[in-house]
């Protein structure tokens, strides 16, 4: 996620990704897909941490609110990405469930928004 402030290209792509429903060509699709790799694998750790007692509440806390973001992002990319991800068991089945209940929660936060005419990111 660094990288990506370092390099506006990189977060040119991720705009388009994550906003937009711009179809993306074959390297950037694969640039997005690892970015996003990344992103679930260490959340995912994360998650098996707090589950172990290894992580405090505190800072799962934290991680559940960054990981959440990626449900307000409206970008079609974003969305098949999570599809594919949560699909093809690359994920562990609770991850998954807590990702449903972030992505729940993610909704209730945008519908909150939108009442005060209000959008995540503006």
Request: charged fraction near 25%.
């Amino acid at each position: 996620m660094l990288h990506g402030n370092d390099s506006p290209q990189f977060n040119a792509l991720l705009a388009k990704a994550a906003t937009t429903d711009e179809e993306l060509t074959p390297g950037e699709r694969i640039a997005i897909l690892r970015m996003f790799q990344a992103v679930f694998v260490g959340y995912q750790g994360a998650y098996f941490q707090h589950r172990n007692k290894a992580l405090s509440d505190e800072d799962w806390k934290m991680c559940r609110s960054l990981l959440r973001s990626f449900w307000l992002l409206p970008g079609k990319e974003v969305k098949r990405q999570w599809e594919q991800f949560q699909a093809g068991g690359f994920l562990d089945e609770g991850f998954v469930e807590e990702c449903h209940k972030l992505e729940a929660e993610a909704q209730l936060y945008v519908h909150a928004l939108e009442e005060k005419s209000l959008q995540f990111g503006n």
